[in-house]
């Protein structure tokens, strides 16, 4: 829920005799396409497991899921318009929700060509601009939206987005981190692996030791056909964990979202609300 959180936090920073209800009602609209994305994210990824329970497209069946995920991209305009607004704002919000859409499916095809093709080995730096289209534009709508929403100008809204959208990219890479550590809740450690997923982890191991990309392929192609148990994911994991990936993907997720929230504070002051949004990411680094 830090999305629509980030939305009220956003929209209060900048309140300008606004209804200060509209943000709490434009919440659904950053939820329903989050959860939208998540949907269709499974079903692409193959994935079998959402927050510890069966991926949806497994417990209600693939053409429900697709369908389900479409209608709530769909639904999540009603969110805009429902509600009394000037014909102005009201396009101002659907422009910026049309444009954020696009940009995460264009991330989501990057990211699908790249696990479903072992030999291509993408740079670090266009992980970081696959993701921050992928992830990055959820936390980019959500700061938009919250702006607009509050009162603000287009051009705060576009300032805010370019900000929110690194921390985005902070918050995939510590996701990136989660999975071959701990393992991200509601799911098992390593299933990026059995996805063919090359995070920014693998990819920054690779970068220092290139003669591993066999070895890391294998273990895609094993687990992937043998799934989350297979032994393949932990030999992965345990050649990522002998070198420096893990930490140094660590220090980029902390830089960019310390800078960004500093940047925040910068732009709009110190104030209760910037401390608020700083508060909720430092918090993600703990």
């Known amino acids: 829920r830090w999305r629509p959180l980030f939305l009220v936090l956003c929209a209060e920073m900048v309140q300008n005799n606004t209804d200060s209800t509209l943000p709490y009602q434009l919440t659904p609209l950053v939820e329903f396409v989050h959860t939208a994305s998540l949907i269709h994210d499974d079903i692409e990824d193959s994935a079998d497991t959402r927050r510890g329970q069966p991926a949806t497209h497994i417990t209600y069946g693939l053409d429900t899921a697709i369908n389900a995920g479409s209608w709530l991209y769909f639904q999540a ?10 014909a102005e704002l009201k396009n101002l919000l659907f422009e910026t929700t049309a444009t954020e859409l696009r940009r995460l499916h264009l991330g989501q095809a990057m990211d699908i060509e790249w696990h479903n093709h072992n030999t291509k080995v993408p740079s670090s730096q266009e992980y970081l601009a696959m993701v921050r289209m992928k992830t990055g534009t959820l936390a980019s709508l959500a700061g938009k939206i919250g ?12 300032r805010l ?8 990219v902070g918050f995939q890479i510590l996701d990136d981190i989660i ?6 809740v509601g799911k098992k450690r390593g299933d990026d692996i059995v996805e063919g997923k090359k995070s920014l982890p693998i990819l920054l191991h690779l970068q220092e030791n290139p003669n591993d990309f066999d070895i890391i392929m294998s273990c895609f192609s094993r687990a992937r056909k043998e799934g989350i148990e297979s032994p393949a994911v932990e030999e992965c994991i345990l050649l990522i964990e002998k070198g420096n990936a893990l930490s140094k993907a660590k220090n980029m997720a902390s830089s960019l979202i310390t800078q960004s929230c500093n940047e925040i504070v910068n732009t709009y002051g110190d104030n209760e609300y910037t401390k608020r ?3 909720l990411f430092t918090n993600m680094l703990s």
């Open 179 to 184: 999975n071959l550590t701990t393992g991200n």
């Open 161 to 168: 987005g370019i900000i929110a959208a690194d921390i985005g």
């Open 77 to 86: 305009f009603g969110a805009i318009s429902k509600l009394p607004l000037k």
């Open 277 to 279: 949004i700083t508060t």
């Open 147 to 158: 702006i607009i929403g509050g009162g603000g100008t287009k051009d705060q809204a576009d």
